[in-house]
C-alpha cells in the first residue's frame, strides 16, 4: 500500500473533518459508494463500526485489564486493529503524530477486548466498507463481537465474529 | 554486504519468489488437460527408483471415476496400513505406493535439511500476516518471508482450500484406508516450496534429492491424482473447472473455491464440487436450500451457507421462529433488533436468534440483515446484543453511533 501524503498534512483536529478529508489524510480509501462529503460525527461514548465496538474505559474497568505497561505511538500511516474475515477490510485507528497512543496487551474477562487506545486529540477509525468514524480525547477499550457457538461438540464456548 | 545492498538483494529475490509462487499456484488450479506423455514418464522414472517394472496406465475423467476402480481392485491396490504389526520387515515387502512413499518421507527430510527448517505445520499454524516487502524493511529473516509468500500461500490455497474439498466430495469419510492418493497438481504446495528454496540460491540439494523432486515437480505440473498400484497405475486427469475468489486476508495471492452460480470444480465426467466462500456444500444448498433440508442437515457451516443463500429474512419468516421481541437498536436510528427463539435441532444447543441491521449502507442501497445466535436466556434484543460485544443492555443502551 502506499500512502501519499499532501504537502501539508490537514491535522485531525479539524472540526469539520469530512470523509473525503480523512482518506486524503491517511491514505487509506473507502468504498466509492460512502458519502464523502458529510462531517465525520465525534463520539467521546459508547461507538460500534461493524463487528468492533469501542468502550469509554469507564465501562469496563474491572474486566479489562493492562498486561503491561509498553504501549505505542500511532504513527501517521494508521494502525491496523482488526483485519476482517470476508473482504479482507481492515479497521484503522488514524491520529494526528504524537497524540494517540495504543496497546494490545489487555486483559478481557470477555476475552472480546482486542486493544486499548487512549488519545489526546481526535482520532478516526477508518473501514472500507463502514466509512470514518471520529473517537474524542479520553481512554477507550476496543473490542470485537461474538456470537454463541452452536457446534454440537468441540469448543462450547462463543465464536467471533469476522464480519 | 552494505545494508542497502542487503535490502535490494532482499527485494529482488522477493519478486522472484512471488512469480515461483504464482506459477506454482496456477499449476494447482489448473483446469486444462493433464499432459499424458510427461506424466507417464515422470511416473515410469518413479518407478524404476524402486526397481518396478513399468505400469499399465488408466486414465479416468475425475478422482471419484479413479476411486471406483481402486477400490474394486485390492490386489492391485492393498490397504494401505501403517500399524507395526502388521508391516512386513523390509520396505521391499510393502505395498509398492507404501514404498513410494517412503522414497518421498526420505526426500523431505534430505530436502529439509538442507532448507534448514521443515514444512510441517502443528494445530497451532497460522500464516505470517503482514505484507512481505514490510517484512523485509523491518528485518524479517529472508527465509521466514518465501516461507510466508510461497510455502505458506501455497498451503492455504491449494491444500486447505481446494484439495480438501475436493478430498470430502470424492472420499467418504466413513470406512477404512484403502489405497493412497498421490495428489498431482495438488501438491504444487510443498513441491513449490522445496523448488524456491532452490531457484533463490538459499539451499543446496544432492543431487539425488534434485533429481527425485523434480519428477514429483513434473507431475505437479502436469496431471491430477494418481493411484500406483503392482503392474497398473491409475490417473485422474485435471478438472475442467475451477473458480476461485481471493481470500479476504490475502496478503499473497491466497484463494478459495467459491461459486454461487454452479459448481466450483467440475470434471469430464460432471463430478461436481460446491462451494460457497469457500464452505464445502452439497448441492441442495445451490439448488433446493429449502427449511426442512436446513432443518435435517447436521454440518453447521453447511446450515449456516444455506440460511444465507435464502436470506435470514425468508428463513425465520419459512421456519416460523417464534418472535421474542423487537426493539430500536441504538445508536442505529430507523434500525431494529428482533429476537426469535430457534429450533432446538438447529443449533444444537439453547440458543435465540438475533436479527440484526448493518448501519453502513450496502453498494446497492440496501442495509445488509444477518442472523447471530445469542443464548437463550434473553428476552430483550438490547440486552442479547450487548451481551455479544460482552456488554450489559444498560451500558449497550448507551450507544451513541454505529456505522
Not at chain 2, 471406483?68 to 502388521?86: K, L, M, R, W, Y
Not at chain 2, 467459491?258 to 462451494?275: C, I, K, M
Not at chain 2, 432446538?344 to 436468534?353: G, I, K, V, Y
Request: charged share 20%; proline share 7%.
Amino acid at each position: 500500500m502506499t500512502t501519499t501524503m499532501p504537502a501539508t498534512p490537514t491535522p485531525l483536529t479539524t472540526p469539520t473533518m469530512t470523509l473525503a478529508d480523512l482518506t486524503r489524510r491517511s491514505g487509506l480509501d473507502v468504498l466509492d459508494h460512502l458519502e464523502r462529503q458529510v462531517t465525520i460525527p465525534v463520539v467521546d461514548g459508547l461507538q460500534a463500526q461493524g463487528d468492533l465496538i469501542v468502550v469509554p474505559y469507564a465501562f469496563v474497568t474491572r474486566a479489562v485489564t493492562l498486561t503491561s505497561g509498553n504501549w505505542s505511538e500511532v504513527p501517521a500511516a494508521g494502525v491496523e486493529l482488526l483485519r476482517s474475515a470476508a473482504g479482507g477490510n481492515p479497521h484503522t485507528l488514524v491520529a494526528d503524530p504524537g497524540t494517540c497512543r495504543w496497546t494490545r496487551h489487555v486483559r478481557d474477562t470477555m476475552g472480546l477486548a482486542i486493544a486499548m487506545i487512549e488519545t489526546s486529540a481526535v482520532a478516526y477509525l477508518i473501514h472500507p466498507e463502514h466509512g470514518g468514524t471520529g473517537i474524542a480525547p479520553g481512554r477507550y477499550v476496543v473490542r470485537r463481537q461474538r456470537e454463541r457457538n452452536t457446534e454440537r461438540m468441540g469448543w462450547r464456548g462463543d465464536r467471533m465474529i469476522a464480519d | 554486504m552494505t545494508p542497502v545492498s542487503a535490502l535490494s538483494q532482499g527485494a529482488h529475490r522477493l519478486a522472484l519468489a512471488r512469480r515461483l509462487s504464482d506459477e506454482w499456484r496456477a499449476h494447482g488450479l489448473a483446469a486444462r488437460p493433464a499432459d499424458r506423455p510427461a506424466a507417464e514418464a515422470a511416473v515410469v522414472a518413479l518407478y524404476r527408483l524402486i526397481d518396478a517394472p513399468a505400469p499399465e496406465f488408466v486414465w479416468v475423467p475425475s478422482p471419484t471415476a479413479a476411486l471406483s476402480i481402486v477400490h474394486d481392485d485390492p490386489h492391485t491396490f492393498p490397504p494401505v496400513h501403517f500399524q507395526g504389526a502388521n508391516l512386513p520387515k523390509y520396505p521391499e515387502g510393502w505395498p509398492l505406493t507404501a514404498q513410494l512413499a517412503n522414497l518421498v518421507q526420505d526426500l523431505r527430510r534430505g530436502l529439509d535439511r538442507a532448507v534448514g527448517h521443515g514444512v510441517s505445520r502443528g494445530s497451532w499454524w497460522r500464516p505470517l500476516a503482514i505484507p512481505a516487502e514490510r517484512a523485509l524493511t523491518t528485518g524479517v529473516a529472508i527465509p521466514a518471508i518465501i516461507d510466508m509468500v510461497v510455502g505458506d500461500a501455497l498451503y492455504a490455497t491449494l491444500h486447505n482450500c481446494v484439495r480438501a474439498l475436493i478430498r470430502a466430495e470424492s472420499m467418504p469419510t466413513t470406512g477404512g484406508t484403502d489405497g493412497m492418493t498421490w495428489y498431482g497438481q495438488h501438491d504444487a504446495h510443498w513441491i513449490g516450496h522445496y523448488d524456491a528454496y532452490a531457484r533463490l540460491g538459499l539451499a543446496q540439494y544432492r543431487r539425488s534429492d534434485a533429481e527425485l523432486l523434480a519428477l514429483l515437480a513434473e507431475l505437479a505440473r502436469s496431471t491430477g491424482w494418481w493411484w500406483p498400484g503392482e503392474g497398473r497405475c491409475v490417473m485422474a486427469e485435471r478438472p475442467t473447472e475451477v473458480h476461485t475468489e481471493p481470500l479476504p486476508d490475502a496478503l499473497n495471492g491466497e484463494v478459495r473455491l467459491h461459486r454461487d452460480d454452479g459448481p466450483a470444480v467440475r470434471f469430464a465426467d460432471d463430478t461436481q464440487v460446491h462451494a460457497l466462500h469457500g464452505t464445502h456444500v452439497p448441492t441442495w444448498v445451490m439448488t433446493d436450500p429449502s427449511v426442512e433440508r436446513i432443518h435435517a442437515e447436521r454440518n453447521i457451516e453447511v446450515r449456516r451457507s444455506a440460511i444465507e443463500r435464502i436470506g435470514w429474512d425468508t428463513y425465520i419468516a419459512q421456519a416460523r421462529l417464534r418472535h421474542i421481541a423487537t426493539s430500536g437498536d441504538p445508536g442505529n436510528p430507523g434500525s431494529a433488533l428482533h429476537l426469535y427463539d430457534v429450533p432446538r435441532e438447529l443449533w444444537s444447543r439453547p440458543a435465540r436468534l438475533l436479527l440484526v441491521v448493518n448501519g453502513s449502507v450496502e453498494p446497492d442501497g440496501t442495509h445488509r440483515r444477518y442472523g447471530l445466535s445469542v443464548p437463550a436466556h434473553f428476552d430483550d434484543p438490547v440486552a442479547a446484543a450487548g451481551w455479544t460485544y460482552g456488554l450489559s443492555g444498560e451500558h449497550y443502551a448507551r450507544l451513541a453511533r454505529r456505522t
